[in-house]
């Protein structure tokens, strides 16, 4: 059960239209990993990401696997990402066997494009088989473009991690739109929710079509189970992608709104010695990051949130920092680090009341 009265990071927001719409999918009888609402919400997010083909699946994760199955990811290849992010974006890869390398933050907290044009010089020679898996952090959109340019300049694959950005829109385009193949989330906190889910973004119709049969079990077009391969079973429900449906609808009014949140802690905390991650052109502004003065008073900042039955967590914690990459190779680290070490993600719900981000100010300032 959910705690009463605790405000929550960025907890789904969902209301009648949500539950009507739900009830019309429920009602048209097609309860199944298929049916009209998912075909509509593919249509729908394929628009949004200005992209030919979009396939709806369980999470950004299965999506980010169906990228991997799709290039052949295995250990012959090395796989470059931001060290800034979450774990999802290099999990498919690192259970594929690849060799994984992180590469630091510039200040907005997306990946150093410098550092990363370091990292593909060192690795080209090293692999002929070279994937960069890009992040727009934090409803963010990285320099997509540029990364694009170097990935071709040095031959490497450029997926794009958009779990945390869609509806941004940045000078390269819609989130979603770069890359040879982008991934959104849908999961309960991401910007808009199906309580899970996630999909498939790209141009290529043959990839797509790969990437949606191996989203089922890669049955052949035979009257019997016929199979050249073996497939996933990541395909997204019917009544979840009605639920989708309805959250998109929503999604330029949760991001006025959680622009306006962001707005309002800028003002409130800036006087006490907080800094923010610099504004980037068209971000969904997902989550409110705040860089307290000092560790300390980060660390203060949380006890005091937790205390109030407040849920604020800590920034990512940067990839190279993780005992399970302890081996892995990065490239420069300290700026994420300094993130890490001062940054809170704030409340940042589209529910979240002026009232509840008052008393969130309060308890900060003093
Ligand atoms: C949430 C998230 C994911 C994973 O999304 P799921 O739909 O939960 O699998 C991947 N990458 C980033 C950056 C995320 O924030």
Redesign the pocket.
């Given at each position: 059960m959910k705690n009463a009265g605790r405000i929550y990071l960025s907890p789904p927001c969902t209301g009648d239209e949500e539950r009507a719409v739900i009830a019309k999918a429920f009602d048209s009888g097609y309860i199944a990993p298929c049916g009209p609402f998912v075909d509509e919400f593919e249509k729908r997010l394929a628009k949004l990401a200005n992209r030919k083909f979009a396939v709806a699946v369980s999470?950004?994760?299965?999506?980010?696997d169906l990228a991997m199955a799709e290039y052949g990811v295995d250990e012959t290849w090395v796989v470059i990402a931001p060290t800034l992010?979450?774990i999802?974006?290099v999990g498919p890869a690192f259970h594929r066997g690849a060799r994984i390398v992180f590469v630091d933050s510039d200040e907005t907290g997306n990946i150093d494009i410098t550092l990363l044009e370091e990292a593909l010089k060192e690795y080209r020679s090293f692999s002929p088989h070279l994937m960069i898996i890009g992040?727009?952090?934090y409803g963010r959109c990285s320099r997509n473009g540029e990364i694009a340019r170097l990935a071709l300049r040095y031959g490497a694959k450029f997926i794009l991690?958009s779990?945390?950005a869609v509806g941004a829109i940045s000078e390269d385009g819609p989130a979603g739109s770069q890359g040879e193949m982008a991934?959104f989330?849908?999961?309960g906190?991401?910007i808009i929710t199906t309580s899970?889910?996630?999909a498939l973004l790209c141009d290529d119709e043959d990839k797509a079509a790969r990437a949606r049969k191996r989203s089922q079990q890669s049955r052949e077009n035979m009257p019997w189970y016929e199979h050249k391969e073996v497939g996933y079973n990541y395909r997204m429900s019917n009544i979840l992608a009605a639920l989708g449906l309805a959250q998109l609808e929503k999604l330029p009014r949760f991001i006025e709104r959680k622009k306006e949140i962001c707005r309002r802690y800028k003002e409130g905390l800036s006087p006490f010695g907080w800094e923010f991650l610099p504004s980037v052109e068209g971000e969904n502004y997902w989550l409110t990051i705040a860089l307290a003065p000092s560790q300390d008073a980060r660390d203060n900042a949380l006890r005091k949130l937790e205390q109030a039955n407040i849920e604020a967590r800590c920034v990512?914690k940067p990839m190279h920092l993780q005992s399970v990459f302890a081996q892995a190779r990065v490239f420069g680290g300290k700026v994420s680090e300094n993130l890490f070490n001062r940054g809170i993600c704030l409340p940042s719900g589209s529910g979240l009341s002026n009232d509840d981000i008052e008393r969130i100010l309060l308890l900060l300032c003093h």
């Open positions: 999470s950004a994760t299965a999506a980010l992010t979450f999802a974006t992040v727009d952090l991690d779990a945390e991934v989330s849908f999961n906190n991401k899970g889910g996630g990512w």
